[in-house]
């Protein structure tokens, strides 16, 4: 990668001027470089003098100067020039760039791939959400965003493992089984009322005539504990049935679904409390057991057991980050939340320093709220049913595509307008449309080369010379460097904003190159640069989870 080699150049430059006395002996910054804003100034850009100004009370611009004399040549850089007030800018040269499309076709499905992560195991934990309704609109974003972030990952040399934390312990699942119980006495003739707790949503209706169905009667001659029990162990089956059929329409899978109910059975509770208890991290007072946070920079404790004996939902989390750091030992855990749970981060942090784990290998992203409109109007209930707007709705209206596109468009910490009349439109003004129109248009010319037999495998790239030609293959260059951003920052919008970006600068190669014309060796060339963007656009839809279509 061309953005890390400019890195090295950099640092060897910068040692040898201290080795030679032209810079004082200072430790260097770290060494970084840009695109420039405006490409009048080239293709990378670094500020290292001006960082080393600061510690060596020299003028940047006579640092870049020296940096820069010293710069060894190579094949990428055409020229290398000092700006004001201390920058030093990269061009890259023009037959280098053409070569590129031969080494992207020569990397095929693997362009863009970098080792970075090494093997090093990696949990990314998304959606999660308790099993007592069906997935709505925000929980479909927390599932787009973790599933390309796991695409990314794995393109970036980890090795990672998706994982769905199924609440299934707990007072939710005590009020989902006994709303259950109702529903299902109702749906028999039974004039009983809904517990003050109890879920409303008409799903439950739906359930208990399904149960009804299948089941018949036979649940009313068990004592009512019992009954409840089974009805809520089947409602809680149809519903994690119901889940994953609504995750794998998104294009959504796991490799694990955890049970935390397992956590009790298998004993990993308690051997998490006992492990912090020995550690001097659980105490005991007013009646509950506490995990001390304070001794750990948090500004209250937080109470694990309560008086009655039963433990706290952050009892259970506790539980759970033991078993994957301790026991199934991850070097790295990723979790995927919604907004509610932004308080819950620092504690967590807490715990796993508790843990004797690097807090830094917890790495939590907050999912941010959706409001959904069409057009101006904002949308509220579902059309459908008067309840709230499930996921499955949603896709059904706008397609699959359109969601992971919408929800991936903006960073996580934002919160979003999804716009489903936009998400239908069949015009440049959609930006799902667009960029898949561009793989389409990509895919109508090589099927008319196909047409007239023209083997381009030959083509000579060194004829691609024209600006919208080497803009083109300049955006392409960047792949990697976005994907190995995305791997790092954990910020997966980054793929839209360059799908857009590299469908823009296509269209507009298109408007103003022929490719297949009567010139039939600068036609093998241009077709040799339409293949490259073509996977290199497929790559990227690839990663975000959606189709690249060839005709639309």
């Known amino acids: 990668m061309i953005k890390q080699k400019l890195v090295e150049l950099l640092t060897q430059a910068a040692n040898a001027a201290q080795q030679q006395g032209k810079l004082p002996s200072v430790v260097l910054p770290q060494v970084t470089v840009e695109h420039p804003q405006n490409p009048e100034y080239g293709d990378y850009a670094s500020s290292l003098p001006l960082k080393l100004a600061r510690a060596t009370s020299l003028k940047p611009l006579a640092i870049a100067e020296t940096i820069a004399e010293l710069m060894a040549p190579t094949p990428e850089i055409d020229t290398i020039k000092v700006a004001p007030p201390g920058f030093i800018n990269f061009t890259l040269k023009n037959d280098w760039l053409s070569k590129q499309v031969d080494e992207v076709l020569k990397a095929d499905d693997a362009y863009g791939n970098v080792d970075l992560g090494q093997g090093s195991r990696v949990q990314v934990e998304f959606v999660s959400v308790n099993p007592t309704g069906p997935l709505h609109v925000g929980h479909g974003r ?3 965003l973790g599933s390309t972030l796991a695409n990314v990952l794995t393109a970036t040399g980890y ?8 609440n299934d312990a707990g007072s939710q699942i005590g009020a989902f089984a006994r709303s259950l119980y109702v529903r299902y006495q109702q749906g028999l003739g039974a004039s009983v009322e809904m517990p003050s707790d109890g879920y409303l949503g008409g799903y439950m209706i739906d359930l208990a005539k399904e149960i009804i169905a299948e089941e018949g009667d036979r649940f009313l001659a068990l004592p009512e504990p019992e009954a409840v029990l089974k009805l809520g162990k089947l409602g809680l089956d149809e519903m994690i049935k119901q889940i994953k059929v609504d995750l794998e329409l998104l294009e ?18 308690q051997r998490a409390m006992s492990f912090l208890r020995d550690g001097g991290y659980i105490g005991d007072r007013e009646g509950a057991s506490w995990f001390i946070s304070t001794a750990l920079g948090e500004d209250k ?3 694990v057991v309560r008086g009655d004996g ?20 991850f070097d790295r855990v990723i979790n995927i939340w919604g907004a509610d749970h932004q308080g819950h981060v620092s504690r967590m942090k807490a715990v796993v320093t508790a843990l004797g784990i690097a807090p830094e290998r917890l790495q939590v992203i907050i999912s941010q ?3 959904l409109r069409r057009g101006n109007e904002l949308v509220r209930v579902s059309k459908r ?22 929800f991936l468009s903006r960073s996580a910490d934002s919160q979003m307008d999804f716009d489903l009349e936009l998400a239908k439109k069949q015009s440049a003004d959609n930006p799902v449309y667009y960029v898949q129109y561009a793989h389409a248009r990509i895919a109508s010319i090589l099927r008319l080369a196909k047409e007239r037999e023209i083997d381009f495998r030959d083509g000579n790239v060194s004829l691609l010379t024209t600006e919208p030609e080497l803009s083109l293959i300049r955006k392409m260059l960047l792949l990697p460097e976005i994907i190995e951003m995305v791997a790092s920052i954990l910020e997966p919008h980054h793929l839209a904003y360059y799908a857009q970006d590299l469908a823009t600068i296509f269209h507009s190669f298109y408007t103003q190159c022929r490719v297949v014309s009567d010139d039939e060796i600068l036609t093998r060339a241009r077709l040799k640069l339409v293949a490259a963007a ?11 989870g959606m189709t690249a279509p060839e005709t639309m």
């Not at 090795?159 to 199924?166: L, M, N, T």
């Open 142 to 144: 927390g599932a787009i």
């Open 310 to 329: 039963s433990p706290t939902y952050f009892a259970a989390d506790i539980a759970y980050h033991y078993n994957k750091f301790i026991e199934r030992k």
């Open 252 to 269: 959504v899978t796991f490799d694990v679904w955890f049970s935390e109910q397992s956590l009790y059975d298998n004993g990993q509770y």
């Open 385 to 406: 049913s008067g309840d709230i707007i499930t996921l499955r709705e949603v896709v059904d209206e706008v397609g699959v595509d359109a969601c992971r596109f919408f």
């Open 369 to 371: 709220l959706v409001t």
């Open 159 to 166: 090795s990672v493992e998706k994982e769905y934390y199924i």
């Open 534 to 544: 073509r996977l290199v656009l497929a790559k990227t839809l690839n990663l975000m």
């Open 301 to 303: 404790d937080n109470v």
